[in-house]
């Protein structure tokens, strides 16, 4: 009787503190980090899965680009998620997304473009329904806090599953890891749809049309919104493309070194989520955004200066990792306020900006790399963020 009383007297003061219950943070924390395994789980092992399907790595970065592109149809996800429930397009995409992975397991060549879409059609139906969830549930003072620790899923799957993926890889083979990913997609269907309890207040909008969304996505702070998703994430992904392709020339590191780098960028992810979670409600979400952002801004111009010592390069990309996350963590929860009644619908056209910026910002960095080299990255990634700023202060509204 005793330990139960204790053990309810934990849970609400869990609940207290981040806004939603133990129940809804774990529930959806593991079906985000089953997501964010399978979105994450092809870049660090791009030779051995290109190797498997029998192609090419420069034609599997085209896959990889088909995958991401396709979040141009997240829209119509939110748009479901707002008018049917947040809970049955989780659930679902989790199916997707186990279609998705056995598909690639079998595929060849470029038979495995139908299943990486798939793939993607499971991320951007899940995230931007996540979100929203998460939002609903959570009172305006402690949504960010809410938000922000979900988020520590997408650090959580570079310092705990990457090296597991590896494993798996170089013990059973490229499919083994695909097939891990299916069975526990498929499980955490189940167990969100008959774990993950209701709103408490019914936000899906039976009222929703088509017209009535074409009226919320033109509204000017919900396009600024999706500009600003866009433009940060072309300079996030650059920045994640640029730091594999400086430290191979630069330093000739082997891939279990790279990778190795690429767990200490998690652990700086962690910690830039973690302290957004903590104190970005308190510090104001336009204002911790601004300065995420600015930091970020000085960062990149700073980090040719590291050139040629390998030891300052990691420690720069660590510092840049942290901010580049606050700053993730920071403008989410400011995403959401744009428009409440429609937060999905919302949600999901940032997150078809995001797409977008995630699909160009390789072949960009790609292409400055080999034009104009490590400083003409940097400066691009740099315009890009400071514009995302100015589009932010300007056009963006906080509160509810």
């Not at 049917?84 to 659930?91: F, H, I, Q, W």
């Not at 890891?177 to 709103?199: C, D, E, I, K, Q």
């Amino acid at each position: 009787m005793a330990e139960s009383l204790n053990r309810a007297a934990w849970q609400d003061k869990v609940a207290d503190f981040w806004g939603v219950s133990l129940q809804v943070i774990s529930v959806v924390f593991i079906a985000r980090f089953i997501t964010d395994v399978g979105t994450r789980m092809l870049y660090p092992f791009i030779p051995q899965f290109s190797a498997g399907l029998g192609m090419t790595v420069g034609s599997f970065g085209w896959l990889l680009f088909m995958r991401s592109i396709v979040g141009v149809t997240g829209p119509i996800f939110g748009f479901l998620a707002d008018r049917y429930g947040r809970r049955k397009v989780m659930a679902s995409s989790l199916l997707f997304q186990t279609i998705g992975g056995v598909g690639l397991a079998f595929s060849q060549g470029w038979w495995a473009a139908l299943p990486l879409v798939i793939s993607g059609i499971a991320v951007i139906a899940f995230v931007p329904a996540q979100q929203a969830y998460i939002s609903d549930q959570a009172p305006y003072q402690k949504r960010g806090r809410a938000m922000g620790v979900i988020e520590f899923s997408w650090a959580s799957v570079a310092i705990i599953a990457l090296p597991v993926v590896g494993w798996l890889i170089q013990s059973f083979g490229w499919r083994a890891p695909l097939l891990a990913l299916s069975l526990f997609s498929l499980t955490g269907a189940v167990f969100m749809w008959r774990y993950l309890p209701p709103n408490t207040e019914r936000q899906t909008q039976a009222a929703l049309t088509w017209q009535s969304f074409v009226t919320v996505a033109a509204k000017k702070n919900v396009m600024a919104a999706v500009g600003t998703a866009l433009l940060f994430f072309v300079a996030l992904v650059s920045f994640s493309t640029l730091w594999g392709l400086w430290l191979v020339e630069a330093f000739a590191l082997p891939a279990t070194t790279v990778g190795l780098v690429g767990t200490s960028i998690g652990v700086a992810e962690l910690l830039g989520a973690g302290t957004a979670s903590l104190f970005i409600d308190r510090l104001g979400k336009r204002r911790g955004s601004g300065i995420a952002l600015l930091l970020s801004v000085v960062g990149l111009l700073l980090l040719p200066f590291a050139q040629g010592l390998l030891a300052a390069v990691i420690a720069a990309l660590f510092i840049l990792s942290v901010t580049l996350e606050f700053g993730i963590i920071s403008l989410l929860p400011l995403y959401a306020e744009q428009y409440p009644p429609a937060r999905a619908t919302v949600l999901s056209l940032v997150f078809f900006g995001i797409s977008i910026g995630a699909a160009i910002g390789v072949p960009v960095t790609a292409m400055l790399w080999q034009g104009v080299g490590l400083w003409g990255v940097c400066v691009v990634d740099a315009f890009l963020l400071l514009a995302a700023f100015f589009l932010m202060r300007q056009l963006l509204v906080e509160g509810e």
